[in-house]
């Protein structure tokens, strides 16, 4: 019996050498405190995860409310804190109603799950983050993939279906930092009667009046037909996600919702993080312009250099890489060199060219910028500048 038991995860080592032999592993590396690399690796999109009121906003939830939620939300895990929080980040961003969840992820599978009940369809871009994704295949609701950032083919799609339907799309895209046809999606939707989910976790605090987000940018925050879902891990340097929309629909993933209805609440401390991060970005809304502007400089500056990077459309700025292995590699020689940046290679990026991904932050220099792209320059790979084969 122990003989055959001990074979029970066997096929876990051949997993591993299939990564292997595909460049494809990956590991964990802890950083310290004081970390001496220049971050552009972070999604501190807009500089407050170490400012002093985001700070302070944590550490007197905690003082206040303790070192957890205690329990799910419908239980003892709603604070006054936390509606406090949904208030103002409902207000700020345009919608009806707001609720707050554990994570970005757990919300995007709430509003997926919860509004794609069976016999409705989910039209979803195929280049989705991982989070929508695994909402669409827990749905009991049947998923149609049509083309990255095409309202054709969402056209065509809905036109075929005959029952409930929502389109799922993220705003900016994790991986190329590139903006979705919102204003074509709506029409799209409203012509046929669907509903429209937007993922804007890289674009608020970012993008629209203040950092509002992208729904807000394009006209469709409030919308009747509109949910949105936000996380409060990048702008707002804090953690947790939450849903936006019509009120009956936040009821509806209060009562339907098993992320939200069976995982312990936000803990206290990162709400109150948030909330102050909010506060703060009302009174600086200047930090989105500067967020974009250190993005738009960047990709400037990369592409005099003879990198292929990819124009962003928020603060996500991607550039390609050669092969998986390359990538690992140039990430890691930037790393010694002083900078960090981000590595995606496959299962990632859903068309199959690694990349470095650079993101903008709100309180980047100009000769920090400048300093980034000399290191990433020198370290780049032979084929950098024509990357895009795999």
């Known amino acids: 019996m122990a003989t055959t038991s001990a074979r029970a995860f066997d096929w876990l080592d ?18 310290p405190a004081d970390s001496p690399l ?3 690796a972070s999604n501190d999109y807009l500089g407050l995860a170490r400012h002093p009121e985001v700070v302070e906003g944590a550490a007197e939830a905690a003082r206040v409310w303790g070192g957890g939620a205690t329990g799910s939300r419908l239980v003892t895990g709603t604070t006054e804190l936390h509606t406090h929080l949904e ?14 969840l554990s994570s970005g992820y757990a919300a995007n599978l709430a509003a997926v799950t919860a509004l794609a009940p069976h016999g409705s369809l989910i039209v979803s871009d195929a280049a989705n983050h991982a989070s929508l994704i695994d909402g669409c295949r827990l749905a009991r609701g049947a998923t ?12 065509k799609t809905l036109a075929a279906h005959d029952g409930p339907a929502v389109v799922v799309s993220d705003t900016v895209f994790s991986v190329d930092g590139d903006r979705a046809p919102l204003d074509q999606l709506a029409y799209a939707c409203r012509e046929f009667g669907a509903g429209l989910l937007l993922d ?29 879902t936000v996380t409060l891990s990048k702008s707002f340097g804090s953690q947790g996600g939450a849903v936006l929309g019509p009120a009956h629909v936040i009821e509806h993933l209060v009562n339907a919702a ?57 603060a996500v700025v991607s550039v390609r890489a050669p ?33 470095l991904r650079l993101t903008a932050r709100a309180d980047l220099t100009d000769a920090q910028l400048g300093e980034a792209v000399r290191t990433v320059s020198r370290m780049a790979p032979n084929g950098a500048s024509t990357a895009g084969s795999r």
């Open 87 to 100: 208030r103002e980040l409902a207000e700020f961003c345009g919608f009806e109603a707001a609720l707050v």
């Open 38 to 40: 220049l971050d552009l």
């Open 200 to 228: 804007d976790a890289h674009g608020l605090g970012v993008l629209g009046a203040g950092g509002r987000g992208a729904p807000y940018a394009a006209g469709l925050a409030g919308a009747p037909d509109t949910v949105a």
């Open 323 to 355: 092969s998986p292995d390359e990538a690992v590699r140039w990430a890691a020689d930037c790393r010694a060199a002083g900078l960090s940046v981000g590595c995606f290679r496959p299962p990632s990026v859903p068309d199959g060219i690694s990349r």
């Open 14 to 31: 051949e997993e591993r050498r299939t990564r292997e032999a595909a460049g494809l592993v990956r590991t964990l590396r802890p950083r």
């Open 258 to 314: 098993r992320t939200f209805i069976f995982d312990t609440g936000l803990a206290p401390a990162a709400a109150g993080a948030a909330l102050a991060a909010l506060r703060l970005l009302r009174r600086e809304p200047r930090r989105a312009d500067r967020a974009r502007e250190v993005a738009t400089t960047l990709h400037r500056l990369l592409t005099a250099a003879g990198l292929s990077a990819v124009r962003p459309d928020a």
């Open 144 to 155: 149609q993939v049509v083309p990255h950032a095409d309202p054709a083919a969402v056209r």
